[in-house]
């Protein structure tokens, strides 16, 4: 019955069923009165005491977790001391023993004995003045505080109110003031009671004083040469102890005992900077290094790793979070002062990236010092193409200058033409004036127009000549597409772009996400848009040589050979292992003799190449070079080069045939592509489209697309970006989940897979990201994450930004020209810096060391700057036989022909002066002229038989020259500096560790260098340094004298 | 079922005040109703015992001749109070210790939070602007609020029910009262913590809140489904639209207001100027649900819309 009720009558029951209020027992008490509440409010009462102890527990320690660090701290740190202490001090009673130490404790003793005497007598007359004064300068301060206020009332009183004070002031300078003033009487010290007006008193009070500072001159006089020697004996012991003195340690126990736990607190309010990091980290700074270890695993306690980089940014200034990130004012827990939680935007850096926070202020800096992780990421971004679609500050940064050079040159020409039309409505106006005045005036302006026109062409001229400038810095990453007929092989192309990584796993160029119609619509449009011009045929040439010039020429500097772990070489170019398979042999030649020359020049005004047709319709050859690089259809320049950075090796045809035929065997034997016949205009049509679409034109010259913008996001605030404007799609979820949503995880998770936030996306073929795949490594991924973690909108004010002026800012300048131009890998800069052709197979042979090119270390000491500029110019010193080096002829190697422009070789030529702390500009200082006399003796010392210069030296008679294995004397007066050279025959050793000149030639006989390996007698009377004749000597060589000594 | 999200939700400092009032409103509604019923038979009994009605009884406690008709309120309310205010200060401390004040990240003014939400106890009117516009549901209604709560003593005309729970004698104003702010006020305020999540679009609780989802909605003004464009015409329509609401809702509450002898009663000690004040509140009122039933069932955005206003 109960069941089929139904539930809302059903719930009335139950309701009703419910026990009434009114049904409960009624108790014969009155409840209100009756009942008690003393247990209710005893039992709230105990809670909110215990409330209460909890509140003041949380307020005093559990919100201050670093009092729990800095106890710990101290305790572990004083133990570490007295661990280190006794070892300190042992070491150094070890020094104290020894003999110069003891030597300058005698000093000392006898130092001190000297002056005991004197000493004492000051300090004992300097006790007595100090006596006087204590008892004279309460009376007479007190006084002359009464004093001065009697003298400001006089000052502000009214008239009448001023006699009446004056008089006042009188009786009270004068007194009497009664003085208990102690007096030296023989030996004893009497005190006398003495009485003075003010006057007297102030004399007294000054003399005191003056008497004073007299003794205290003295006595330091007195203690000038004790204190000279326990200087000394500091530097001593600082010099041979490894660390911390005794004293030190003592003092930084004495510092544990008086250590406040309290926040420790950087304050720079320029920066807005409060951190307070060091409450825990409190060994960071500590002048003992502190290894987890020493602090029984207590990792917060370790010093900072790179000490250096400390005294560099001084905390006090820069504090931690500025570089580190985290929330430096938290203190209530790690977590919160890591900013390791949702809505703090700056959490720590992890391990792997901590270098980004370099960038805050480093951005300018292309080779940091200390941040190879920052530096290697920033090459990245250079070598992979990232720039090729990404704007981002710092680089490319010469298209964005041609773009506005070209724009201020048209914007220049159209003034100029309205000027032109102004000033000649404006001299019309004036032969039409009035009066004559009138007619004056317009004349006066039209004049100052023409005034102003120069100007304009002046401007235009400087703009013209740096766009020509321009026109020769800007590169492009990938090769140019244009030449792409006469280069490669028809049906490589689909098989390379479908998957460059098949072909060549180390390839810069990445993998687009294409369909089969997409490759084939590109590879149409590649084709059928490139130059259809015939490239001169080329005999065979012999690969065995070249193979020989390839290793040896330099080529693997930048080129690697060899697949896989075998892969020999550099990385900055191509790794060429099949490179056989898919170039036109005949192009390769024309490419190895000169890969700047194109076969067609661009012109950016006509915005297309300018065919020999062109030339032909006004009449002038085909041909154009640096030199000669006018557009033949306007007066503009042209773009002669291609934009490679790959240099001209000045090699002959033949080498270079031969180099070419040794690059053709260079093949997978069962190398096979079907056929691609694509040519279909509806194709090329579509294959425009996609490779605009998927930014090829980026890194590579396409026709028609040479002026194309960047297709992707501007990257240089990426790592300051909202996070909520970084889309992780379909992911989101996923990675809060997996505590990856920020930017660390948003950046590794795209560089790893660009397609990864499509996933699970459904987006027309179009629509899908278009980011190509890198086949970066874990490595790789860490560097690119750091450089774009740290590139943010700097919280840093701009003045503690690296900007610097001057020889620093030389250096920041000249790593990039360096860096692009790949030059470290042949040439050492810096201490410690590898190269990549030292560490090549072949020149770990010592005979091969010999034929490393030259270490640059000191470059800017060396040589005589405009030499420099001249050598960087034009590396073989020539403008005939190219196919050589300049200096050094004896190396196989060769310095490429880099076609640098003139203001990257001033920013290079600058950077070796700061380098090597030049001072600019450089002053040749003049060289005395050597009288016959001082001729002989250097003729006879630079063709002695114990150091017969030119057997080593190349003189440049080619027979002699075979076994040369330094550069020739000829060249010394242009391109060294006269101190270097001189410092170096002196001392070879020193500047160049491992060079074959010998070293010990000359010798100091405690005024001069002289000549070491022999005691020559026609020398007897000369009292010259004969390091520095020599050096005069080779200064002064002429070409006769070289042949002259070379006939003996 | 995103229970990682609804755990994220229930538990975020802002919103702890809103899970307690999950569980404390329906004790309390309990609580009160429980005593109002008591006292209510308890009124009967009176009503049926004219010589039990005679003593000084003490509301809802049964008689007891020898117990004080009236106590004082020292110490017998003080010590009570006393007892809350330490129970509440308690409560409050270890609030405070154990949580923090939900401080978020420096404000952005190019980049405003997704979903952006008021202080929980300003959810019901953020919700409010879903269904009218921002000067009506902004300015306007709490205005109205505010005035007509002020005005409940004044319109009130009911004598009864002072100083004890009470159903029976005062069924309109409980029942008002249950609607306004049980059912609409602190059901808004739980729709704007846990079912609006970005964009304001409606998740289900559990749904997971996806900034990238898409749902198609699409809202018209009423003149726009009638299928009319131009003024005055727009204009006159919302006008009658509104006014019929008036008259139709307005007609309902009368008929609720002399719904039995009892509010006929009531009605009668009304001056014309009460009766008034009470159907403009009640009508302002009845108009949030019944916009909306119109915004959410049948996808109307305004009913009536003019360049100053809509609503």
């Known amino acids: 019955m109960v069941q089929h009720m139904n539930p809302w009558k059903r719930f009335v029951e139950w309701w009703k069923s419910l026990p009434r209020l009114e049904d409960q027992p009624v108790p014969e008490e009155d409840p209100i009165i009756s009942r008690s509440l003393s247990w209710p409010i005893a039992i709230s009462s105990l809670l909110l005491t215990v409330t209460l102890l909890w509140a003041f527990y949380n307020e005093g320690w559990g919100l201050r977790p670093w009092v729990r660090y800095q106890n710990r701290f101290v305790e572990l740190y004083r133990k570490h001391l007295q661990r280190i202490g006794p070892l300190r001090a042992e070491e150094e009673r070890a020094l104290h023993e020894s003999e110069g130490y003891q030597k300058l404790q005698e000093q000392l003793k006898n130092a001190e004995a000297e002056i005991r005497n004197q000493l004492a007598a000051i300090n004992a007359e300097e006790q007595m003045v100090r006596r006087q004064l204590d008892a004279l300068t309460p009376v007479f301060t007190t006084e002359r505080s009464r004093i001065q206020a009697v003298i400001y009332e006089i000052e502000t009183a009214s008239e009448e109110d001023r006699e009446r004070l004056r008089k006042e002031l009188e009786e009270l300078r004068r007194g009497p003031f009664e003085v208990d003033l102690p007096v030296s009487a023989s030996a004893a010290i009497k005190i006398e009671e003495k009485q003075f007006s003010f006057e007297e008193m102030e004399e007294l009070f000054n003399e005191l004083k003056a008497e004073q500072g007299r003794l205290q001159n003295r006595r330091i006089v007195l203690l000038r040469r004790p204190t000279e020697i326990r200087r000394e004996m500091e530097a001593y ?99 919160k002062a890591h900013g390791n939680y949702k809505h703090w935007l700056w959490p720590l850096y992890k391990r792997e990236n901590f270098e980004a926070g370099c960038l805050q202020c480093h951005e300018a800096d292309r080779n940091l010092r200390m941040a190879p992780v920052l530096n290697a990421g920033k090459e990245l971004f250079y070598n992979r193409g990232c720039w090729g679609c990404h704007a981002r500050e710092g680089f490319d940064s010469e298209t964005r200058e041609l773009r506005d050079a070209r724009k201020m040159v048209e914007d220049l020409a159209a003034s ?33 127009m023409t005034l102003s026109m120069a100007h304009m062409d002046t401007l235009s001229q400087r703009y013209r000549s740096r766009i020509d400038e321009l026109l020769m810095e800007v590169k492009t990453q990938g090769p140019n597409l244009k030449e792409i007929r006469a280069k490669l092989r028809k049906e490589w192309i689909p098989v390379w772009v479908s998957n460059p990584h098949a072909f060549r796993p180390t390839t810069k160029m990445p993998r687009f996400r294409l369909q089969q119609d997409e490759i084939e619509a590109m590879t149409a449009f590649l084709w059928q848009n490139g130059i259809n011009a015939p490239v001169p045929a080329q005999p065979p040439g012999n690969p065995s040589n070249g193979k020989q010039l390839f290793e040896t020429r330099g080529c693997m500097a930048c080129h690697a050979m060899g697949e896989g772990r075998d892969a020999v070489g550099g990385t900055f170019a191509a790794n060429l292992s099949r490179v056989g398979e898919k170039v036109n042999y005949d192009y390769l030649v024309r490419w190895i003799h000169n890969p700047r020359e194109r076969l067609y020049p661009y012109c950016p005004v006509h915005r297309r190449d300018i ?16 030199e000669n690089n006018r557009c033949p259809l306007g007066d503009h320049s042209l773009q002669v080069q291609n934009r490679t950075v790959m240099p001209n090796l000045r090699l002959s045809w033949e080498e270079a045939r031969d180099v070419a035929s040794f690059l053709m065997t260079q093949r997978k034997a069962d190398a096979f592509y079907p056929p691609a016949p694509f040519v279909d205009q509806q194709l090329l049509e579509k294959g425009r489209f996609l490779t605009r679409h998927y930014g090829c034109h980026g890194c590579h010259e396409i026709a028609g697309l040479e002026e194309s913008d960047k297709n992707a996001t501007d990257l240089t605030k990426e790592g300051s970006k909202p996070i909520e404007r970084l889309d992780f799609a379909l992911l989101t979820h996923e990675a809060r989940k997996e505590d990856w949503y920020n930017h660390k995880g948003f950046f590794e998770h795209k560089l790893a897979d660009p397609a990864v936030y499509d996933q699970g996306k459904i987006k027309q073929p179009l629509e899908r990201l278009r980011m190509p795949n890198f086949n970066f490594n874990r490595e790789q991924i860490d560097q690119l994450t750091t450089y774009l973690l740290g590139s943010v909108d700097s919280v840093i004010p701009e003045k503690f930004h ?247 | 079922m995103d229970w990682r999200q609804l755990w994220e939700i229930a538990s975020a400092p802002d919103n702890i005040p809103i899970v307690a009032l999950l569980f404390f409103v329906p004790f309390f509604f309990w609580y009160a109703f429980r005593q109002a019923f008591a006292t209510d038979r308890l009124i009967r009994r009176l009503g049926g015992d004219p010589q039990l009605a005679k003593t000084h009884h003490r509301k809802i406690e049964p008689y007891r001749e020898i117990w004080e008709p009236k106590l004082h309120v020292w110490p017998y309310l003080l010590r009570v109070e006393f007892l809350a205010a330490l129970i509440m200060t308690v409560l409050l401390m270890v609030w405070s210790i154990t949580l923090d004040a939900p401080l978020e990240e420096p404000a952005n003014p190019n980049l405003t939070m997704n979903p952006a939400k008021a202080p929980w106890y300003f959810l019901g009117l953020q919700e409010m602007l879903v269904y009218f516009d921002p000067w009506i549901a902004g300015v306007v209604m709490p205005t109205l609020i505010i005035l007509g709560l002020m ?104 008929k609720l207001v002399v719904w039995n002898d009892f509010n006929k009663k009531i009605y009668e000690r009304m001056t014309l100027l009460q009766y008034l004040i009470l159907q403009f509140f009640m009508l302002t009122m009845l108009a949030l649900p019944v916009k909306i039933i119109l915004r959410l069932l049948f996808r109307i955005k305004y009913v009536w819309v003019t360049p100053w206003f809509s609503i």
């Not at chain 1, 008086?258 to 960071?284: T, W």
């Open chain 1, 237 to 335: 012991l600082k010099a041979r102890l490894d660390g911390l003195t005794t004293a030190q340690v003592h003092g930084l126990m004495a510092k544990m005992d008086q250590f406040r736990v309290e926040i420790k607190q950087i304050h720079n309010p320029e920066m807005n900077l409060v951190d307070r990091c060091e409450s825990c980290h409190l060994g960071a700074r500590e002048p003992v290094l502190v290894t987890t270890r020493d602090m029984e695993g207590m990792k917060v306690f370790t010093s900072h790793p790179k000490v250096e980089l400390l005294t560099l940014h001084d905390p006090e200034v820069f504090g931690c979070s500025p570089c580190h990130n985290g929330n430096g004012a938290a203190t209530v827990s790690t977590s």
């Open chain 2, 151 to 254: 005005a409940i003593p004044y319109a009130d005309a009911n004598p009864l029910g002072n100083g004890y729970y009470t159903f029976k004698q005062r069924k309109f104003a409980i029942l008002s009262f249950c609607f306004g702010f049980l059912v609409l006020w602190l059901s808004m305020i739980f729709i704007g913590t846990f079912i609006r999540g970005p964009g304001w679009m409606w998740f289900w609780p559990g749904e997971t809140w996806d900034h990238h989802r898409l749902v198609f909605e699409v809202n018209r003004n009423l003149n726009e489904i009638l299928g009319i464009y131009s003024q005055p015409w727009v204009g006159l329509v919302g006008f009658v639209a509104v006014v019929i609401y008036f008259a139709l809702f307005g007609w309902l509450i009368h």
């Open chain 1, 611 to 626: 065919t020999p047709q062109d030339y032909a319709s006004k009449g002038l050859p085909f041909e154009f070079s640096l």
């Open chain 1, 802 to 1048: 690296y900007r610097p002026t001057g020889p620093p800012r030389d250096i920041q300048e000249g790593w990039w020209v360096v860096m692009k131009y790949n030059c470290d890998a042949c040439h050492q800069f810096e201490p410690g810096q590898r190269t990549v052709l030292q560490d090549l197979p072949r020149y770990q042979d010592p005979d091969w060391r010999d034929q490393l090119p030259p270490s640059l270390i000191g470059e800017g000491a060396r040589v005589n700057p405009e030499w420099l500029a001249r050598f960087l110019k034009n590396p073989a010193l020539s403008s005939t036989d190219l196919n050589r080096n300049g200096v050094r002829n004896y190396l196989q190697a060769r310095m490429p022909t880099f076609n640098l422009s003139d203001g990257e070789v001033q920013k290079l030529v600058r950077f070796f002066e700061a380098l090597s702390e030049q001072r600019s500009p450089y002053l040749p200082p003049p060289i005395p002229a050597l009288d016959d006399g001082e001729l002989a003796l250097a003729r006879q010392l630079f063709t002695h038989p114990a150091a017969p210069c030119l057997v080593c030296h190349a003189t440049g008679d080619p027979e002699r020259d075979k076994n040369s294995t330094a550069p020739n004397f000829l060249l010394v007066r242009e391109r060294l500096k006269p101190d270097w050279t001189e410092r170096w025959i002196v001392h070879p050793e020193i500047i160049r560790p491992g060079t074959a000149m010998p070293s010990g030639l000359f010798r100091w006989d405690g005024t001069r260098y002289v000549f070491a390996l022999a005691e020559l007698e026609s020398f007897k009377g000369y009292t010259g340094d004969h390091a520095h004749l020599v050096v005069r000597y080779m200064f002064q060589l002429t070409p006769e004298e070289q042949r002259r000594l070379k006939a003996h």
């Open chain 1, 416 to 448: 100029r033409q309205n000027t032109e039309i102004v000033i000649e409505r404006t001299v019309a106006r004036a032969d039409r004036a009035a009066t004559n005045e009138e007619a004056d005036r317009l004349y006066a302006q039209a004049e100052s």
